[in-house]
T-cell receptor, first 113, second 114 residues
């Protein structure tokens, strides 16, 4: 089973470049989220979506955009990459509600030079 | 402001002994708590959860205890095995918000020595 699939696994960008991190899930989950993991900071919520067409900000949304046009896909866009966005990014999905465990992808390791 | 805190960055235990990982939270609206396990180069995987209406939940070798008055939860692993070596994150959510938002702690790296 594919579960939550993130692409690419690794990426190096220059400051000011833009890119989109892809996330797709095949479990028909309503809820999807993006987190970033930094040393000593745990996982911090960037943006989340409770269904197609609905998105909202998490703890650290600045510098990132999201959209949710389909149930399956939840891309994360960096419009103008900054070195502070160097991190490991995880996408997660859950069947719905705050009492359901989230399923995570294997992450995208992003370096901004 | 860190709403969920794991104050021990690392823990080392001997195989067969008990591992106790701790987590504190500050937001009284949190009513659902989860533990995730993470191996290097992989995403976190769900381990066990507990609702605020309970004070204990058990699943095999893993038990989570919740002390609401102290805003504290702990994960007990008995007996610990070398394969349990990983980073453990606690997370919390407020079900009343119905948003699926999880707030994570910083993580504790557990090393189980053979």
């Amino acid at each position: 089973n594919a579960g939550v699939t993130q692409t690419p696994k690794f990426q190096v960008l220059k400051t000011g470049q833009s890119m989109t991190l892809q996330c797709a899930q095949d479990m028909n989950h309503e809820y999807m989220s993006w987190y970033r993991q930094d040393p000593g900071m745990g996982l911090r919520l960037i943006h989340y979506s409770v269904g197609a067409g609905i998105t909202d900000q998490g703890e650290v949304p600045n510098g990132y955009n999201v959209s949710r046009s389909t149930t399956e896909d939840f891309p994360l866009r960096l419009l103008s990459a900054a070195p502070s966005q160097t991190s490991v990014y995880f996408c997660a999905s859950s069947v719905g509600g705050s009492n359901q465990p989230q399923h995570f992808g294997d992450g995208t390791r992003l370096s901004i030079l | 402001d860190q709403q969920v805190k794991q104050n021990s960055p690392s823990l080392s235990v001997q195989e067969g002994r008990i591992s106790i990982l701790n987590c504190d939270y500050t937001n009284s609206m949190f009513d659902y708590f989860l533990w995730y396990k993470k191996y290097p180069a992989e995403g976190p995987t769900f381990l066990i959860s507990i609702s605020s209406i309970k004070d204990k939940n058990e699943d095999g070798r893993f038990t989570v205890f919740l002390n609401k008055s102290a805003k504290h939860l702990s994960l007990h692993i008995v007996p610990s095995q070398p394969g349990d070596s990983a980073v453990y994150f606690c997370a919390a959510s407020a079900r009343s918000s119905n948003t699926g938002k999880l707030i994570f702690g910083q993580g504790t790296t557990l090393q189980v020595k053979p």
